[in-house]
Structure formats: structure tokens, C-alpha cells
């Protein structure tokens, strides 16, 4: 999923989209199927298949990612603090996706004192905005805001903070084998966020 290659890339896209499209079939039960029945009357099969295409694909491309950085943060020595507060804190730290999709204006609007004409692409720089937000003060842009607010975003955050009640349990005396400030990133560009090339720990301290 994580490649520079285009092809590669679309190829695990068209996977996951035939993913969401399987699971959509007549008579499965499932995520899709309570999906389904949460979203108003005269949704439309488009929308649908996006909506679920979006919970597999977008929340493996960015849970990954983040759970790598919520690791080694767990790891380095810092003050524990509550997992939701500390999933929360690395979310906005090292955002995985750091620019939203392109969206374009409708009508002629006035935003920060600059008129933008109907049909002008925008693009939200997340990541900008959330290094403005100091620690602490929510809501940030992680998750994005309003009608386009992540149709994962609760998962992915139960998902890291049990990653963190399990480490924090099952391995007390963990710890990173190099400092935070060593650890190597990667990054393919585009709206995917950086990672972490290697993550070397020492799981018994």
C-alpha cells in the first residue's frame, strides 16, 4: 500500500475497492450491512460503496502509520499519560494524512481576505494547522471537520488507545532500543503522511 510506484499503488486501491464492493453484496452480514442501515433512506449505492471503501482502505493506510508513531512516543521514556490523551496528542503531532483531498468551491467565496472564484481547488494543509494548536486544545483537523469528518475516526482511535492499554500491560518495562529523535521517516508523498522506516525496541527494558 505504501509505495512510490503508481502501479502498485493503484492496483492495492483497486483491491480494497473490490473489497468494499463484496461486501456490499445482497445478504451479507457484517460492517457493510450496519452500515448500510445507519445511513439515511436514498443514500445512493456510490455513496455507499464510498463510505465503506473509505472505513477499509483509508483506515488501513492511516492507522498503520500512526501506530508506529503512537509506539515509539509510548516507548521513549516520556510521563504516561492517559492512552485517549496520548493517541490523541500523537494524532496531531504526525498527522497520516497531512493535507486533505482536493476540494473546489462552489460559488464565489471570501476566505482569509482572498476571493476565490466558483470551482477553485483548495487544499487544507492539516498538518499546518494542527502544529498552531497547542497540546491539549481541541478539535484539530486530524480527522477533518463538518460533512467531511473521518467515517473512521472512532475506530482508529479505539484501535490505538487498546494498542496502548495492551503494550502498557502486557510489556510494563518496554522501551525504544535507539532515542525518539534517531528514528527513521519515510514518506511517498501526496496525501499519505510520513512513517516509520524501523521501529527497534526492547520489549522486557
Not at 487544507?124 to 494548536?133: E, L, M, S
Not at 486544545?137 to 473512521?152: N, R
Amino acid at each position: 500500500m505504501h509505495s512510490p510506484d503508481p502501479a502498485v499503488a493503484g492496483q492495492a486501491m483497486a483491491t480494497f475497492a473490490g473489497l468494499a464492493a463484496s461486501a456490499l453484496e445482497d445478504g451479507r452480514d457484517g460492517l457493510a450491512a450496519e452500515l448500510r442501515a445507519a445511513l439515511p433512506d436514498g443514500t445512493s449505492a456510490e455513496d455507499l460503496h464510498y463510505f465503506v471503501f473509505t472505513l477499509l482502505f483509508a483506515g488501513q493506510l492511516t492507522t498503520d502509520p500512526a501506530a508506529g508513531f503512537l509506539v515509539a512516543r509510548l516507548l521513549d521514556g516520556s510521563p504516561q499519560i492517559p492512552a485517549a490523551d496520548l493517541v490523541r496528542d500523537v494524532l496531531r503531532q504526525h498527522p497520516p494524512a497531512p493535507f486533505s483531498l482536493w476540494r473546489f468551491t462552489t460559488t464565489e467565496i471570501e476566505l482569509s481576505g482572498m476571493t476565490l472564484p466558483a470551482g477553485s481547488p483548495v487544499l487544507v494543509d492539516i498538518a499546518g494547522i494542527n502544529a498552531t494548536i497547542p497540546a491539549g486544545v481541541t478539535p484539530d483537523l486530524t480527522f477533518g471537520a463538518g460533512p467531511h469528518y473521518c467515517t473512521g475516526a472512532h475506530l482508529a482511535q479505539l484501535e490505538l488507545q487498546t494498542l496502548v492499554t495492551v503494550l502498557r500491560s502486557d510489556y510494563p518495562h518496554a522501551c525504544l532500543d535507539i532515542p525518539f529523535s534517531e528514528l527513521r521517516h519515510s514518506s511517498s508523498g501526496g496525501i499519505s503522511g510520513s512513517r516509520l522506516m524501523t521501529l527497534p525496541v526492547r520489549l522486557r527494558g
